[in-house]
């Protein structure tokens, strides 16, 4: 099928000129299943009055209408422009779906569930100016185009998760999350509220979690790490808190999915209570680099303490499903534990991923105890069978989400390579790439159903889909949470809800330009822009610009393009070419990064012979991230120590010539993301190789030093714990 021609109403973006300059597209995001759009329009003022059954929608509307635009809708029409608004179990909508049809003098939204009528009213929104989803800035037309619209959701599962462990974030970026998923017809919010590096729910029978669980730093149970550097830092949300959050998502049709992390990625429990955790003498380290935080499968106070911190949670979280994690358990420590060795002789186990399923065995019992499914993640299928009610969230790839359906088990997909957003999204910018860069587009192109060969039964056990963010790298820059979830998390949302044969990406990606920016900026969201691709050809530097319209502004000093900096207009005549930046502007609001040309080297960077002493011993470097890399020159290169940092270690690099030189950046950490860096100390340099000068404090890692004659050394000095069990140390940047 065409679906061009079939469903052209949907596809094209119509702009609609009602009498002023105003123009309104029609550019639902996610697109509904069946549009039509009319001619003519709907005119919003005071004298639209509304009413219906549906009174949370109702009461939601009038509220944005009122802050937004300073209408106030009329409780019961006599006459006059109508809104309604109704849920009916006889509307004949599917679950979740809705019947939206705008005429000149009325508007009805019919739904079968309150869902529905839910999201009714956010397509709405979305045909009204964008300003609705903030303060109107003048120069609106408050006024929506006819359309009738029939929709529901692909999926019944639609999630977006949230680590706030490695990154605390406070309840209003929570409460600021629940606007943005429902927005977007999203339904699902996946606590991942513990792991290693913090607990962050009261647990009443528990305080030690929360009292000292929820906390790092230099003095507290917890080290320092991901970016908290050499003080205190956590937090933790109460159970009372936790209630107002459930009821605020409940009103907005999204079920929170609380998420404990067992039985590994537990360092703050077992930080807390050390008897629940293994009593291996050899040290093992988790893919997080983590000790001692795996708890002992061999001891019953083990699921005591468990079954204890599950009432808790069944009490107070409504949904059916309670995630217990399961993944990346490093089983060396049960392998190293005299408990679950001697466990495992008890029953007569050979391996210790026996004990996983064991574990999680364990574990479904006692979902089932207080009337829950048991959810894990990937690795809950290792080692044996699954009751059939538990559900997988498949992680690691599409085959491994596969693999859980033909087991017969509901899964949730969200292979890292399309929706885990702590990945970066180009090479340039910040983020991970153990999985993917994964782009907008990667985010859009998932569908687990037409990537794979199901049966009608296995495509039942399909539960939906989900975008995640890890937050170890979260600490920033500011609002970095917005920047990899926005926009990436709209083309999850079309993803989850819209028919494929509808999808198309060009038509995507100019309904975001055309229209979801604006919607987004006036939703309070910072997120992404896309830079210019630049190349540089026949002495002219050439800009291939991200959307039609978009603002390029550019500098010829190499420094980061500003509001004030040139606007692009053409192609651009210049014998030196590294020394152009350009950067994509939204408003004064947001820009994007800065790039050079793609295929020139933009920095010249000197490459002195150098050597290294050090603090560190050959022994601590990680295999595969020699001492020899930082003295390569090879930028992309570092060398990796297997522990943390503290007062006192240091770094030296010795030229074996002074270098002359205008600027050397110093970079600890690995590469781009300056994750395992010096958190607490400073650069020294020396002319002479024996005085040593204190230069800049590290900041994030880096420092900079300006030097004023040859340089024969430079140091990186620890004065204070580093935050992570890893320290990284990179080559030099020096410039002329
Ligand atoms: C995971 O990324 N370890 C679930
Ligand atoms: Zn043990």
Redesign the pocket.
């Known amino acids: 099928m065409n679906f061009r021609n079939a469903f052209a109403g949907a596809i094209v973006s119509l702009a609609l000129f009602t009498g002023c300059a105003q123009k309104n597209s029609v550019d639902i995001i996610p697109l509904p299943q069946q549009m039509t759009v009319n001619s003519g329009s709907f005119t919003l003022d005071n004298n639209v009055s509304i009413a219906g059954n549906s009174q949370f929608e109702i009461d939601l509307l009038k509220e944005k209408l009122s802050t937004a635009a300073g209408i106030v809708l009329k409780d019961a029409g006599e006459g006059g422009r109508i809104i309604e608004i109704n849920v009916d179990p006889g509307a004949g909508t599917k679950k979740e779906g809705y019947i939206l049809d705008v005429t000149p003098d009325k508007i009805t939204i019919a739904a079968s569930d309150k869902a529905g009528a839910f999201y009714g009213v956010q397509t709405l929104m979305q045909l009204m100016p964008p300003a609705i989803y903030g303060k109107a800035q003048g120069g609106e037309n408050w006024s929506i185009p006819c359309v009738s619209i029939q929709d529901w959701p692909r999926f019944g599962y639609r999630g977006a998760g949230l680590d706030v462990s490695r990154t605390f974030f406070p309840l209003e970026t929570i409460y600021d999350m629940l606007d943005w998923i429902s927005y977007h017809k999203l339904n699902k919010f996946h606590w991942h509220i513990t792991d290693d590096n913090g607990w962050r729910i009261e647990i009443k029978k528990y305080p030690l979690l929360t009292e000292k669980g929820a906390w790092r730093g230099p003095d507290e149970v917890l080290p320092p790490s991901y970016g908290s550097g050499n003080k205190r830092y956590g937090g933790f949300y109460t159970q009372e808190e936790i209630k107002e959050v459930i009821k605020y998502a409940v009103d907005r049709n999204i079920e929170i999915i609380p998420e404990i992390d067992l039985p590994g990625h537990s360092k703050a429990v077992i930080a807390c209570y050390p008897e629940v955790g293994?009593t291996n003498v050899d040290k093992t380290m988790s893919v997080n680099g983590e000790v001692n935080n795996v708890w002992?499968?061999?001891?019953e106070k083990t699921y005591t303490m468990i079954d204890n911190i599950v009432a808790e949670l069944a009490a107070l979280f409504p949904s059916e499903k309670l995630h217990l994690g399961g993944d990346e358990v490093n089983m060396d420590n049960?392998k190293n534990?005299p408990?679950?060795q001697a466990f495992m002789k008890k029953m007569g186990m050979k391996e210790e991923i026996e004990l996983q399923n064991y574990f999680v065995r364990r574990m479904e019992k006692i979902a089932a105890k207080y009337g829950k499914v048991l959810v894990g993640w990937d690795e809950i299928r290792k080692g044996g069978d699954l009751e059939p009610s538990t559900i997988v969230y498949g992680w690691a790839s599409m085959k491994s989400g596969a693999e859980a359906v033909r087991k017969g088990q509901r899964t949730v997909f969200l292979p890292a390579q399309y929706c885990y957003m702590d990945m970066k999204q180009s090479k340039y910018e910040r983020g991970h790439n153990w999985a993917a860069i994964v782009t907008l587009d990667s985010t859009y192109k998932l569908d687990p159903i037409n990537m794979n060969d199901f049966t009608p039964e296995q495509e039942e056990l399909v539960l939906g889909v989900q975008a995640n963010l890890w937050c170890e790298l979260l600490d920033r820059p500011a609002r970095f949470l917005e920047y990899q979830y926005f926009p990436r998390l709209c083309a999850l949302a079309e993803t989850a809800w819209t028919q494929p044969e509808l999808k198309d990406y060009d038509n995507f990606w100019n309904r975001i330009t055309a229209s979801h920016y604006d919607r987004m900026y006036n939703m309070g969201i910072k997120f992404r822009m896309p830079f210019p691709e630049v190349v540089y050809e026949n002495n002219t530097l050439k800009v291939t610009s991200p959307y039609e319209g978009a603002e390029i502004r550019y500098t010829t000093d190499a420094t980061e393009p500003t509001l004030s900096s040139d606007i692009w207009k053409g192609d651009i005549k210049t014998d030196e070419p590294e020394k152009y930046r350009f950067a994509t502007f939204y408003k004064d609001f947001n820009q994007s990064i800065a790039v050079g040309a793609s295929n020139i080297d933009p920095y010249h960077y000197l490459t002195p012979e150098v050597s290294i002493e050090s603090s560190y011993k050959e022994s601590e470097t990680a295999k595969g991230f020699p001492m020899a890399n930082i003295t390569s020159y090879d930028m992309g290169k570092y060398w990796r120590i297997n522990r943390r940092s503290d007062a006192g270690d240091f770094v030296l690099y010795t030229f074996k010539e002074p270098v002359e030189c205008g600027k050397i950046t110093v970079e600890t950490g690995v590469p781009g993301i300056t994750f395992y860096s010096c958190t607490e100390g400073h650069v020294e340099y020396s002319y002479d190789g024996e005085n040593f000068i204190k230069g800049d404090d590290f900041v994030y890692g880096i420092a900079t030093i300006k030097p004023e004659e040859k340089v024969k050394a430079v140091k990186v000095v620890f004065t204070g714990m580093s935050d992570a069990l890893i320290t990284a140390f990179q080559n030099l940047r020096i410039e002329k």
């Not at 002992?296 to 001891?299: A, E, R």
Request: charged share 0%; proline share 0%.
């Open positions: 293994c002992c499968v061999g001891n049960w534990c408990h679950c």
